[in-house]
């Protein structure tokens, strides 16, 4: 079974930056496919970024230019480096895996409890 433990969130003023981290355990390697997803007050959960063991990304539009998604293998952690952050990017950010396709659709097997970023304007 696979754990995911977000941490890194908080609140920051528009403009700011935040580096979310997802630790991952219970298997010997990471899954091929990790990402970010994040879920707003009275809104659906949208996908952030996802990424393979290849390098290939999916970014949200929302988020290009902006947000990188990066990991470190040799400690199983994923990371979201988030810049020019806006009161829209407000939201419970979550760390997700699978094993095979990568993109939006998943489906997402594995998921963590989430960490909560807040915007202000």
């Known amino acids: 079974q696979v754990q995911l433990v977000e941490s890194g969130g908080g609140s920051v003023q528009a403009g700011g930056s935040l580096t979310l981290s997802c630790a991952a355990s219970?298997?010997?390697?990471?899954?091929?496919?990790m990402g970010w997803f994040r879920q707003a007050p009275g809104k659906e959960r949208e996908g952030v970024v996802v990424a393979d063991n290849t390098g290939s990304t999916q970014y949200a539009d929302s988020v290009k230019g902006r947000f990188t998604i990066s990991k470190d293998s040799a400690k199983n952690t994923l990371f979201l480096q988030m810049n020019s952050l806006k009161p829209e990017d407000t939201a419970m950010y979550y760390c997700a895996a699978r094993n095979g396709y990568c993109e939006f659709s998943g489906p997402f097997h594995y998921w963590g409890q989430g960490t909560e970023v807040t915007v202000s304007s």
């Open positions: 219970g298997y010997g390697y990471m899954p091929n496919c």
